[in-house]
């Protein structure tokens, strides 16, 4: 009997046990159902919504890479067209043998156009043809690719072939000089056939008029698309699926080959009927896209339609790109997931029922015993073994409890404080990073831009230097030769430059630390400045330099500007001397760069390490006042310092520090 007593039997009615017991275990059904219902419905969205910004941002992606290849494909055309062969080939009969500028025949200009047109088709695999055509429609000249390794050739002329009866043709000998028609992309064809294997193909062609307004002929850069669509597919991926149409809707890019090109063979196959929608983005203006969803139950697939206008615009320089996703496999994920959820929440309420069963006797056990006490000793029960008053078992626990939470309190007070300061950190250090990512990406910007715009000039300027060292050979001497070899060394030299400017723009992001000889690494210096140390007379006295651990192009531009300084602010009527030396330290190198120039005044010597900031006028001394500025970034990078010793009249002393590798 008094066992039984002592047992908390959590099937009674009103026991503490069920009073816990059941609405916790309501609550957590309740909100098992709730929360499953809202995840899937966000489960949805977020499965939509992040496939068609994926798809969105593939075909964005895939427009920009196209039409910048179009883009490219028409400054090709333009820049040949206004190269001297073209220009003296147009302004000189072709049936004549007579001599043009310089006494250069037709024949010879039309060699050393051949070599232009065959070193282009080398250096950029995409093109597969390059002819000048006559007006005639007579093709006068053609490079090609032929047999199966793509050879590039000079077609024999009894090969060649009039194309007076083409479109583009005679669409190009209808455009002004410098304008640019822009063919239909087709399969190339060659005698009026489709030649084989097939190859997509966009011609680029423009008017060739002589210098007195007669038409010659035209110029016209063959490109063959197969790559670029493979490109279009490697940005979609393996699960996205990428068709492309013409402007008027016929599939030129589909998996399925008797989809693609069969208006080439009197036959259609139609992106209206696989999306209507694509019909009204074709009619409407300017670039747009559409996204949806095709397709019921396990076969939903979603798709995002974008237009892509390249060259001038018009109604035939426009196609439609068609992106699609299978929500099969997003699908079989999110059932997966559910049915982990399940499996989840099961085994969550199992463990609720348990804790609370467990928790309900804790609970009671103090008030059973109470129970039992009065039940077993009745009037016999001792005061010691009830909480008759606020001093007994009960008041000593609440007030114990009280004094706990007070010292909880206190202490969250504490965390609570430590956590703002944690948060309001790490939002200044997000804002940090979030600039640091645009300054990232503007940066790159830069790089690409100036790593166009910079080298192509040399690689014009080196492979015109060949062409005419070529033709001249008969005619050249040890000098000539002595020249041709300064005039690569130098543009060798400058593309150097160029790269050592990009790395530079990076603020060291890309380069990595190596072993730089000092000693040579001024040789190259010396040797990149010689004319200005010829014409200034200036002497550089540097030796036993040491070899450090360091990135190699900032080091160089901080030798040169150290240099270059000291010889631009040389005192009037004195030849400039540079003395240049290094000495070790406990764990760096010390170098001083020593000048005999104007000298500086102590009141400037924090100021000229900040950046455009100049101590002269620009009448007296150029420069932008960023040299030195750039020196002291290129020092802190090598965790070192940089400071100096001057006096005006009497020359200045540099000094700066570079760490070992193992401690900077």
Known sequence: MQGESRVLAIGEKGSIARQILFPLLLLIVVSNIVVVSIIMRQLDT???????????????????????????LINDVLIVSRTAPVRAIANESVGKNASVSGGISVEAWKHQLSIIFTEILGF??????????????????????????????????????NKSATNYFQETLKLKSGEVYLSDIELNR?????????????????????????????????????????????????????LLSNSVGEYILHPEANKRFQFEYNRSSS???????????????????????????????????????YGSGGPSNRLIVATSYDLSAALQVKSHLLKQIYFLLILITV????????????????????????????????????????????????????QFITELSRRQKILHAEVQERKSAQAELEENNKKLVSLNREMEQFAYIASHDLQEPLRTVASFVDLLVEHNAEQQDEQVKVFHGFILDSVQRMRDLVTALLDYSRLGADSEREEVDCQQLLNDVCEDLGARIEDTQAEIHYFDLPCIAGKRTELRMLFQNMISNGIKFSRQDVRPCIHISAERGEDEWVFRVRDNGI???????????????RLHNREDFEGAGIGLAHCKKIVQMHSGKIWLESSLG???????????????
Not at 204 to 219: E, K, M, Q
Not at 603 to 610: P, S
């Open 351 to 402: 463990i609720a029922v348990l804790l609370s069963i467990i928790v309900a006797r804790r609970i009671a056990k103090p008030i059973v015993r109470m129970r039992d006490a009065l039940t077993d000793q009745g009037l016999n029960t001792q005061s010691t073994e009830l909480p008759l008053t606020s001093s007994g078992e009960v008041g000593d626990l609440a007030r114990v409890f009280e």
């Open 46 to 72: 977020q499965l939509l919504s992040a496939a068609q910004h994926k798809l969105n941002q593939i075909s964005q992606l895939q427009a920009v890479k196209f039409t910048s290849n179009i883009n490219e």
């Open 124 to 161: 950029k695999g995409r093109y597969d043809q390059i002819r000048l055509i006559l007006a005639d429609g007579t093709e006068w000249l053609r490079i090609d690719r032929h047999g199966d390794q793509n050879a590039v050739r000079v077609v024999d002329d009894e090969k060649l072939q």
């Open 271 to 309: 992106i209206f009927a696989d999306y209507p929608a694509a019909k009204e983005l074709l009619a409407a203006a300017g670039d747009s896209f559409e996204t949806g969803i095709a397709g019921k139950g396990d076969e939903q697939q979603v798709y995002s339609l974008r237009t892509i206008v």
């Open 190 to 242: 060659e005698f009026g056939k489709v030649a084989l294997p097939e190859r997509p193909v966009i011609r680029a062609s423009t008017p060739v008029y002589a210098d007195d307004g007669t038409i010659f002929g035209i110029l016209v850069f063959n490109e063959n698309l197969q790559d670029d669509f493979e490109g279009l597919r490697s940005l979609a991926g393996d699960d996205t699926n990428v």
């Open 599 to 613: 000298g500086i005044s102590s009141a400037y010597f924090d100021k000229i390490f900040n950046i455009f900031q």
């Open 650 to 664: 009497e020359g200045s002393t540099f000094y700066f520090s570079l760490r070992d590798i193992d401690n900077g």
